[in-house]
């Protein structure tokens, strides 16, 4: 059954009859390529489709029955309308979801027993208003559906360019999953693939024991996508619930195998050179903290140990993560062997290569970088690389420790391809900024040790200020001033550009103005740049050749310039309150105090506008993180993957503690009974490696 059931699950979009290759690659843009991915799409809001009149909600979207009386041929086409009590057609191909077996269409007694009901009472009287003449003719006296957002004016109700159906459908309230969407795409689009997805979704043995109460996992996709009641507090639903169960289940035994794997093996001793460290540490030039020292500490002494380390290293932006994990790359090069850093970026790749460079600038160590597809053995002391490091032909002379920053960045899959890349098992330390608690942190990673950093005393709070998208020009001024002073200022954007008049929040609009205002001064940085010139942007701007740069969000983690004062977020209500944090966390890091502008857009809405007066007022990551989520509320829903706020499809650390520590349980029951669910779960949710184990 697990074959089958991930036979399923793995199955290409483009197998659906008529997605074809332009819709797979507008379906790929989003991330989804199977149907896994798009059953775990979260919906990021609802919308809801009204089948009866309630004045005190108009303007408001609604579908009703109507009978057309009277048709106004000239533009606008004027289509008067009574509305009637909806009847249902036999043989319809309107497509209903229910929760039951049985999705579509209605059974044909059902059809008949509605259709001797009352039909055609009539009711109120509609008018529908057309812009364009209407597809295909209208029959006088015959009944369509007619759906769009219904007003109330001098004429009376009027719908204008509405959607037309050639049948009446259930008069009933329907409630519709609103998707995070790129152009060319549509909800609706989604919907209806969803849709079909579900009519072959197979039967799969359940793994959660009915006594807990939740539905099978098809049903809790079922409602996430087409829920039949109001969805205001859909993730304190069981349906919810069940998924992030099945989520926080999976990682559970990932870390498990993990932990298996690492029980049993033996790692390389690692010495190091004392006189090198210590001459990197005053090249570093700033005494570590308390904390950093109490976390070096552990890890000399785990580096000193046949069995292999495996530690977490946790801190809030700007807490110093990185020259701890420097230290443990020097320790173990100058033991003789190999280190390896893999990073989320590109950018931060190259940053940590040259800060790198220049702390073993001397002693003979080689610092080699890696992001390309070379099938040569990795060579050099310490070698910094992003996913390119998860190739199956990159392999190391000598890998003794690895460091994997900013965690929450990559699955657990790809962490254990890593870390299998030695002869013997490496030495780990995993680095992370993600708020949670101290008590949800252990119980979450179990047996791992963890170290947590705490913030420089002398840090000084960056300054936050909001600013509306209209007065923009005056931070026009405020960058000239910064120019005089010679500090670097960020302007981030949400989009390199986009399909719209608008030209607030993309970054080439923003490039180009900024550019005619301080020639020569403005420098871009995106994704689609070769890297040869976001090399050079970021060499200019390092090196105070270039004053501003206008970037998305690839300088979000990890990206450091000592003389950045001044960080300008464009459209800020767009972005996820872990982003904005990091993004902040990005200027102030020297002796240069920092300040930050949050720019909110015309859209913003009252919710959005607390959450950044938070963020003002706030500049600790765990705080924000739990007033996020009041604010947001136990009952809202949020596609935290699509926020870029967490690894998660469906899990809070946060709000699911208590599911976390069932999630434990489980895991002990199903991996005590072998059962083969436990390969399905770790294969949904990327924690799997077959032969993890198997090298050296």
Not at 346 to 358: D, I, P, T, Y
Not at 565 to 574: A, G, W
Request: glycine share 6%; proline share 3%.
């Amino acid at each position: 059954m697990t074959l089958e059931a991930l036979a399923f699950f793995s199955q290409k979009l483009s197998a659906l009859k008529g997605i074809g290759t332009v819709w797979t690659e507008r379906l790929e843009s989003l991330g989804l390529k199977t149907f896994w991915d798009i059953l775990a799409y979260v919906p990021c809001g609802y919308e809801t489709c009204a089948s009866t009149i309630d004045p005190l909600n108009l303007p408001g979207l609604i579908r009703l029955g109507v009978q057309i009386k009277s048709l106004e041929d000239r533009v606008p086409y004027k289509v008067h309308c009574t509305i009637i009590v909806p009847f249902f057609k036999k043989n319809s191909d309107y497509h209903v979801l229910n929760l039951d077996e049985r999705t579509l269409p209605y059974q044909e007694e059902e059809l008949s027993q509605k259709k001797n009901q009352n039909l055609c009472k009539k009711s109120e009287q509609l008018m529908l208003v057309f812009f364009k003449k209407p597809l295909y003719p209208l029959i006088i006296n015959k009944s369509y559906t007619a759906e769009g957002v219904l007003e109330r004016s001098g004429e009376g109700y009027v719908i204008k360019h509405p959607k037309l159906f050639k049948y009446c459908v259930e008069n009933k309230r329907e409630y519709r999953a609103i998707y995070p969407l790129k152009y060319g795409i549509t909800s609706a689009f989604l919907r209806s693939v969803l849709q079909r997805i579900f009519l072959i979704y197979p039967h799969i043995k359940d793994w959660i024991p009915e006594i807990y109460g939740m539905p099978s996992q098809k049903e809790a996709f079922r409602c996430i996508h087409f829920p039949l009641e109001d969805p205001k507090n859909i993730n304190q639903s069981m349906a919810f619930k069940r998924l992030v169960l099945d989520e926080l289940l999976a990682q559970q035994l990932g870390l498990k195998e993990l932990k298996i794997g690492y029980a049993h093996r033996k790692s390389l001793v690692c010495f190091g050179n004392s006189e090198i460290l210590d001459n990197v540490l005053r090249r570093f030039n700033r005494a570590l903290t308390s904390s950093q020292c109490e976390a070096w500490s552990k890890i000399q002494q785990e580096l000193l140990e046949q069995h292999p380390m495996m530690r977490l290293l946790h801190g809030d932006v700007g807490s110093g993560k990185s020259i701890v994990a420097f230290l443990m790359l020097v320790q173990i090069a100058t033991s003789g062997h190999q280190g390896g850093i893999l990073v989320p970026t590109e950018v931060l790749a190259h940053q940590h290569a040259n800060a790198l460079k220049k702390l073993l600038e001397g002693t003979g160590l080689e610092v080699a970088l890696w992001t390309g597809s070379s099938k040569k053995r990795l060579k050099g002391d310490v070698i910094v690389g992003t996913h390119a490091l998860f190739q199956e032909h990159a392999s190391f002379d000598a890998l003794a420790g690895i460091v994997v920053d900013e965690q929450h960045k990559f699955g657990v899959l790809q962490r254990l391809d890593f870390v299998r890349k030695g002869k013997n098992l490496p030495h780990t330390l995993f680095m992370s900024a993600t708020p949670i608690p101290r008590t949800l942190e252990m119980t979450l990673w179990g047996q791992i040790s963890v170290s947590r950093l705490e913030k420089r005393s002398e840090q000084l709070p960056v300054t936050t200020y909001m600013m509306s998208w209209n007065k923009i020009s005056e931070l026009y001024l405020l960058i000239q001033r910064c120019l005089d002073r010679k500090e670097a200022v960020y302007w981030v954007c949400p989009w390199i550009e986009k399909e719209d008049e608008e030209n607030f929040g993309k970054v080439i609009f923003r490039h180009q103005d900024l550019l005619a205002h301080f020639p020569n001064q403005v420098g871009m940085l995106h994704g689609k740049l070769p890297w040869s010139e976001k090399e050079a942007v970021l060499r200019a701007f390092a090196e105070k050749e270039l004053g501003v740069l206008v970037s998305t969000t690839a300088i979000e983690v990890g990206v450091h310039v000592d003389h950045a004062s001044t960080m300008i977020i464009e459209e800020s209500q767009r972005f996820g309150l872990a982003q904005l944090h990091q993004l902040r966390g990005r200027v102030g890091r020297s002796l240069v105090k920092g300040q930050c502008f949050l720019i909110w857009g015309k859209t913003t809405s009252s919710l959005g506008f607390e959450r950044l007066k938070l963020l003002k007022r706030c500049h600790d990551g765990f705080v924000l993180a739990q007033e996020d989520l009041r604010l947001r509320g136990a009952g809202s829903l949020c596609g935290l993957r699509q926020s870029g706020n967490s690894e998660y499809y469906f899990a809070n650390l946060s709000e699911h503690q208590h599911l976390l520590e069932l999630a434990i349980q489980l895991s002990e029951t199903l991996k005590s009974q072998n059962e083969e669910s436990v390969s399905l779960l770790l294969k949904l949710f990327g924690y799997h490696h077959l032969d993890l184990w198997n090298a050296g």
